[in-house]
C-alpha cells in the first residue's frame, strides 16, 4: 500500500550557486511552518549539501523536495538534469585545507537513510538524490 504524504513542496530553481540560499531559507521556512523548527538545523545542512552538488555538479536546472510522510518521515531531496550517478560518499575525514568533497559523506553521517535514483519520464531525464530523517512527529523534538 502507498504510504500517504502529509505534505509535500518542490521548488524549482536554475544552475545558481545563489540558488543553494534560496533553497535553505525554504526549507527553514516550511519547517517551521508545520511545526518542526527542532529539525531546521539537520534538515538545511542535508539540503545545502543535496541541492549545492546539483549546482555544482551539472549543467542544468535543479529542484529541492520536500515531503513529509503520514508515517513520520521527513525526505529531503535535491532532482537535477544530469542522469550519471552521484559520486559515492567516502569515509567522513575532515582535511582542514578543504571545503569540498565532504557533502555525501555529511549526508550518510547525518541522515537516517539516503540513496538515489536515475529518473526518465515525461521525456525529462536526470536523478534524484534524497536522505531521510525518521521519527518526525514522535522521538525528535519539534
Not at 61 to 78: D, E, F, Q, W, Y
Not at 117 to 141: F, H, I, M, T
Request: charged share 25%.
Amino acid at each position: 500500500m502507498p504510504e500517504t504524504d502529509l505534505w509535500e513542496y518542490s521548488l524549482s530553481i536554475p544552475n545558481d550557486l545563489r540558488a543553494v540560499t534560496v533553497c535553505r531559507r525554504t526549507l527553514r521556512l516550511i519547517l517551521t511552518m508545520h511545526g518542526l523548527s527542532g529539525l531546521v538545523d539537520v534538515a538545511e545542512l542535508l539540503a545545502t549539501e543535496l541541492i549545492g552538488n546539483a549546482v555544482r555538479h551539472t549543467k542544468g536546472p535543479a529542484a529541492l523536495r520536500v515531503r513529509c510522510s503520514a508515517s513520520g518521515v521527513l525526505r529531503i531531496g535535491a532532482w537535477d538534469a544530469d542522469p550519471s550517478p552521484p559520486e559515492l560518499p567516502q569515509p567522513f575525514t575532515p582535511a582542514l585545507d578543504r571545503e569540498d568533497g565532504r557533502g555525501l559523506a555529511l549526508v550518510r553521517a547525518c541522515a537516517d537513510a539516503w540513496g538515489w535514483q536515475p529518473l526518465s519520464r515525461e521525456g525529462s531525464r536526470g536523478k534524484y538524490v534524497w536522505c531521510e530523517l525518521d521519527g518526525v512527529g514522535a522521538g525528535r523534538p519539534g
